[in-house]
Each structure stands twice: as structure tokens, then as C-alpha cells.
């Protein structure tokens, strides 16, 4: 796939008309080196936002699906996963109000900085094949998801971790 690794979104059209909503979406390449997960990898992200010029500054609000290819922390299979996170940024004209804000020059703005930073903060802190994968016995080590075992602990482990669900 060729993607760009930088998303600028122009402007124009917001700023000649303050308070109109107008839609932005593409799928970019961002350095894989983002996530936290150990031997996974970013493989691209979706985003598709609202933007809207609110006087002189721009609002971005939507989502952005990051398609991750990794390993699962439980039981250590192969994953391939899209993970949907919500964006919602103001991005000030100029000049920054303080150092946690981001700007926007002329009639572009560069996105890019912002969506790195929000894959960093709320990508979750796993990953993992499924919700309920049941990991690997401590004991014997069998993928539980595949196979089952008669150790001791199996029975217990897989209660607590069940108790630990919210749905
Ligand atoms: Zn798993
Ligand atoms: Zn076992």
C-alpha cells in the first residue's frame, strides 16, 4: 500500500465557512515504533474526522482505526487486529495558548503530531487475540484456547480471570 506518512488536512473551505462541518478521511502510514506493544507493529491507520472552523480555531473530531499486527500478551498467538480510537483535538491558529495544544499555519494543518500522540496515550494496554483468550496454563504451557489440561491451578485461574470481566 502506498500511504502517505503525514496528514495535512486543508483548510480552505472551513475557514471561508466558519461553523460548517466538512469531512476528512484517509488511510496514512505512521512509524510503527508508536505502540507500546513489544514485537508488534502499526501497520496503518484509518481516520476519519469532522472538522469544523470554530472562530479562529479548528475542531477535529472522529476516529482512528489502527490496524495492528502483533502478538497476543496472553497465550502469544498471532494477531491481526483493528483498534478504533476517538479523537477529538482543537488545533489553535498560530500560536499555542500553552504547550500541551497544538496549531494550525495558513490554511493547512498537519494532524500528524496529534493522532501520534493520542495512538500513544489510549491505545490499551494489551494486546490480545480475542477478549476472553484464557492464555497459557502456568503449569504445562498449553495455548488454553486450543487445548485443554488437568493441572491444578487451570481450574482456578480460569474462575478468577472470568470474575475479572466487566460486561
Ligand atoms: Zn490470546
Ligand atoms: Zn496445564
Given at each position: 500500500?502506498?500511504?502517505s506518512d503525514?496528514?495535512?488536512?486543508?483548510?480552505?473551505?472551513n475557514?471561508?465557512n466558519?461553523?460548517?462541518?466538512?469531512q476528512f478521511?484517509?488511510t496514512?502510514?505512521l512509524?510503527?515504533d508508536?505502540?507500546?506493544?513489544?514485537?508488534s507493529?502499526?501497520?496503518y491507520?484509518?481516520?476519519?474526522f469532522d472538522v469544523t472552523?470554530?472562530?479562529?480555531?479548528?475542531?477535529l473530531?472522529?476516529?482512528?482505526v489502527?490496524?495492528?499486527?502483533?502478538f497476543?500478551?496472553?497465550?502469544?498467538?498471532k494477531v491481526?487486529?483493528?483498534?478504533?480510537?476517538t479523537f477529538e483535538?482543537?488545533?489553535?491558529k498560530d500560536?499555542?495558548?500553552?504547550?500541551?495544544?497544538?496549531?494550525y499555519?495558513?490554511?493547512?494543518?498537519?494532524?500528524t503530531?496529534a493522532i501520534?500522540?493520542e495512538i500513544l496515550?489510549s491505545?490499551?494496554?494489551?494486546?490480545l487475540c480475542?477478549?476472553?483468550?484464557?492464555?497459557?496454563?502456568?503449569?504445562c504451557?498449553v495455548?488454553?484456547?486450543?487445548?485443554?489440561?488437568?493441572?491444578d491451578t487451570t481450574?482456578e485461574n480460569?474462575f478468577s480471570f472470568?470474575?475479572?470481566?466487566k460486561?
Amino acid at each position: 500500500m502506498s500511504v502517505s506518512d503525514i496528514i495535512i488536512i486543508d483548510l480552505t473551505e472551513n475557514i471561508a465557512n466558519k461553523g460548517v462541518t466538512t469531512q476528512f478521511s484517509g488511510t496514512f502510514n505512521l512509524p510503527s515504533d508508536l505502540l507500546s506493544y513489544p514485537d508488534s507493529q502499526l501497520e496503518y491507520v484509518i481516520v476519519d474526522f469532522d472538522v469544523t472552523a470554530v472562530d479562529d480555531e479548528i475542531d477535529l473530531v472522529g476516529e482512528i482505526v489502527c490496524k495492528v499486527n502483533g502478538f497476543c500478551d496472553k497465550c502469544l498467538d498471532k494477531v491481526s487486529t483493528s483498534i478504533t480510537l476517538t479523537f477529538e483535538q482543537t488545533f489553535y491558529k498560530d500560536v499555542a495558548p500553552d504547550e500541551d495544544c497544538y496549531i494550525y499555519e495558513n490554511s493547512l494543518l498537519d494532524a500528524t503530531k496529534a493522532i501520534c500522540d493520542e495512538i500513544l496515550l489510549s491505545m490499551p494496554t494489551q494486546l490480545l487475540c480475542k477478549d476472553d483468550c484464557l492464555g497459557l496454563c502456568p503449569k504445562c504451557g498449553v495455548n488454553k484456547n486450543k487445548q485443554q489440561c488437568d493441572c491444578d491451578t487451570t481450574r482456578e485461574n480460569a474462575f478468577s480471570f472470568l470474575k475479572n470481566i466487566k460486561f
